[in-house]
């Protein structure tokens, strides 16, 4: 597959000018005069299609409590539960000593935040993420001590059993037992969201079971604050989703949310980003899925990817829609 892809040298021009996936509600859209700016507001995004049915969710909960943290950690809390899911929550695969452990982080607008990393036994990573952001003076938890905080909040521990069909992917990838990280160019991996209400209030959340068969101990870019997620009111939001390793050495989702703070549109940053991404990452890349969402405060969005096959979902007032993401590389 890597063989056919080619480097596709987008001109600057397609990159100002088409703006994919921005919405322009405004008739005429000065970019370079910074005039009339508008795009939908309230909006929720998030990664590949299992982000359809946690839009739905967050725009229900939004519609319910008004509030865009509930929105982000309800609709995510949809692929954590979800038994089809092999990417995200505890039916994921295991890492390769047979263990699923989970990462996630939320992060708010005003810059509080919370995460957890390399956590066993929890349905819901993204509300123990939470809790570390309104219960504790801490950021991050990982491990032991942050399945003992989930503990002493009264959240369940679930058995640790694997999914049937993880279980089989597993004893099979047993067999060779070769390590080499394994994403899904083509199908889903993290899901990532990020959201702004009709006040341009934004908040976001990430969440994960990983890479299959990763080394036990190996935390990716999802629980890290700056990497797999970051929100600024000032600016917008942005989330990652792919190869963890790739997306922490652009510290990347940080940066599209400075380009953003540049003036750049959320479509500018996301390619940006995946550019430096390529440039930091040669070797094997061409085996290496990652890509960005954002939304800035004015509710346009944008979704850039190193390879094809990255999608995303959209819910504004017109509904909730799949969109393709555009990439770097084609087939
Ligand atoms: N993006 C998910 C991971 O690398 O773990």
Redesign the pocket.
């Known amino acids: 597959m890597s063989t056919r892809r080619k480097f596709i040298k987008q001109s600057l021009l397609t990159s100002t000018l088409l703006l994919p996936g921005t919405i322009r509600q405004g008739t005429v859209f000065f970019r370079n005069k910074r005039q009339a700016v508008t795009g939908r507001k309230p909006l929720i995004l998030s990664t590949w299609n299992h982000g359809l049915a946690a839009n739905e969710k967050a725009w229900e909960t939004l519609n319910q409590t008004g509030s865009i943290l509930d929105a982000v950690e309800e609709g995510v809390k949809i692929t954590e539960a979800d038994p089809a899911s092999r990417s995200v929550g505890l039916y994921g695969f295991p890492d390769r000593e047979g263990i699923v452990t989970l990462?996630a982080s939320i992060m708010k607008g005003d810059g509080d935040c919370g995460s957890v990393c390399f956590v066993r036994q929890i349905k819901h990573p993204i509300t123990l993420a939470r809790k570390v952001m309104e219960n504790t003076p801490h950021v991050m938890l990982a491990g032991e001590g942050a399945r003992q905080f989930a503990i002493a909040q009264g959240m369940p521990l679930e058995e640790e059993v694997l999914h049937p069909e993880s279980e089989e992917a597993y004893l099979e990838w047993l067999e060779e037992a070769e390590y080499r990280p394994i994403i899904n160019i083509e199908n889903h991996?993290?899901i990532g969201m990020v959201g702004v209400d009709a006040d341009g209030n934004l908040a976001g959340s990430c969440t994960?079971s990983?890479?299959a068969y990763k080394m036990h101990g190996r935390v990716?870019?999802?629980p890290i604050i700056g990497a797999?997620l970051y929100v600024d009111s000032d600016v917008g939001a942005a989330t990652?989703?792919?190869?963890?390793e790739t997306?922490i050495k652009v510290c990347g989702s940080f940066l599209v949310v400075e380009l953003m703070r540049q003036g750049r549109s959320p479509q500018d940053a996301c390619e940006e980003v995946v550019g430096r991404l390529i440039e930091k990452n040669k070797d094997g890349i061409e085996d290496m899925q990652a890509g960005f969402i954002a939304v800035n405060k004015d509710g346009e969005y944008g979704g850039y990817a190193v390879h094809p096959g990255f999608n995303f979902a959209v819910h504004d007032e017109s509904g909730n829609r799949m969109q393709d993401s555009k990439s770097r590389f084609m087939d």
């Open positions: 990462d991996d993290t994960t990983g890479l990716g870019d999802s797999g990652a989703t792919g190869m963890g997306i």
